[in-house]
C-alpha cells in the first residue's frame, strides 16, 4: 500500500511541474529553460543533404552559392565520404551543408571464394587490365580436384591448368600483383595497390581464391589525395577563396 502511495505522490508532483510555467535563466550569457535546462536560442542549423557523387556535390556549390556561408570547408573524410561544412560559428559550431557517401562494389579481400564468384567479382569489382585478365584466365581454367598439383614456396604458386580439350599445363600464379579496385568515387581515378593472389581447396577438392591486400593501406592516401584534386579542379574559381578543400 505504501508503495502504491509513493508513486501517487510522485505522480501528483510530476503533473505539477509540468503544469507550471517554464522559468528563464540566463547562465554565463546563454539563456536556458528550467524544464530540462534546454537553450532555445541556439542558432538553427540545416540539415545535410545526401548525395552518393562527387559532381552532385560541386553542382550544389556551384548551383546553390546563396546557401554557403562566407567560410565553407569541404573535408575528404575517407576514400568513400566527403562533407561541405561551414567555418565556425559564433556558437562555435559547424553546420553540415552536404554529405557524399559512395558504396562501391566491394570485393572481400582475404576471404576465399568458390571459382564462379571469383571470376564474376575479377569482372565487376577491379578496373579491367592486363593483371585482371591474367588473373581471371588463371582462376578460370583450373580444373577441380588438381588444386593439390600446385607448389607453394611461401611467395609463389604454381598450378596445374587445362589447355584445350585434354592438355594440361602447370602455370606460374602472378604475385604480387597490381590491381585497381573499384574502393572510392567513380569520378577519380582509382588507386593502385599490390595483392597476394592464393589459391586453395575446399573439402571436396574444388579450387578456391582470394586476394590478399599488401600495400598496408596507402592506397587510401591515393584515393583522398585524387579527390581533393578533382574537387579543386572543377570547383568554380569564385569560391576558391571562401572554401577550404582538406583530407
Not at 583450373?142 to 609463389?156: I, L, S
Not at 599445363?169 to 590491381?179: G, M
Given at each position: ?13 510530476d503533473?505539477a ?8 535563466v ?22 545535410p543533404?545526401t ?6 556535390l ?27 561544412l ?28 568458390d ?14 587490365t592486363?593483371?585482371?585478365?591474367l ?6 581454367n583450373?580444373?577441380?580436384?588438381t ?8 611467395t ?5 591448368i587445362?589447355?584445350g580439350?585434354?592438355?594440361?599445363e602447370a ?28 589459391i ?15 600495400d ?26 571562401r ?5
Amino acid at each position: 500500500m505504501s508503495y502504491n502511495l509513493r508513486d501517487a505522490i510522485e505522480y501528483l508532483v510530476d503533473l505539477a511541474d509540468d503544469a507550471r510555467e517554464p522559468h528563464v535563466v540566463d547562465i554565463n550569457g546563454k539563456t536556458y529553460c528550467d524544464k530540462g535546462l534546454r537553450r532555445y536560442d541556439s542558432e538553427e542549423m540545416a540539415e545535410p543533404l545526401t548525395a552518393s557523387s562527387l559532381s552532385s556535390l560541386l553542382d550544389y556549390i556551384n548551383g546553390k552559392s546563396d546557401e554557403l556561408r562566407e567560410s565553407m570547408i569541404i573535408h575528404v573524410e575517407s576514400p568513400t565520404a566527403v562533407r561541405l561544412l561551414s567555418g565556425l560559428t559564433k556558437e562555435r559550431q559547424r553546420e553540415s551543408l552536404f554529405y557524399v557517401r559512395t558504396n562501391p562494389n566491394g570485393f572481400e579481400f582475404d576471404h576465399y571464394y568458390d571459382q564462379e564468384r571469383f571470376i564474376i567479382n575479377m569482372q565487376t569489382a577491379f578496373q579491367q587490365t592486363k593483371e585482371v585478365a591474367l588473373i581471371t584466365t588463371v582462376a578460370g581454367n583450373v580444373e577441380n580436384k588438381t588444386v593439390a598439383n600446385y607448389g607453394d614456396n611461401g611467395t609463389n604458386q604454381s598450378v596445374t591448368i587445362s589447355r584445350g580439350v585434354a592438355g594440361k599445363e602447370a602455370v606460374e600464379v602472378p604475385n604480387p600483383v597490381v590491381l585497381q579496385p573499384f574502393r572510392t568515387f567513380l569520378e577519380v581515378e582509382q588507386p593502385e595497390s599490390k595483392f597476394v593472389f592464393r589459391i586453395g581447396e575446399d573439402t571436396d577438392g574444388k579450387p578456391l581464391f582470394k586476394l590478399v591486400e599488401a600495400d598496408g593501406g596507402l592506397w587510401k592516401y591515393d584515393a583522398v589525395r585524387a579527390i581533393k584534386d578533382y574537387i579543386k579542379k572543377n570547383l568554380d574559381p569564385e569560391f576558391s577563396s571562401r572554401i577550404t578543400v582538406i583530407g
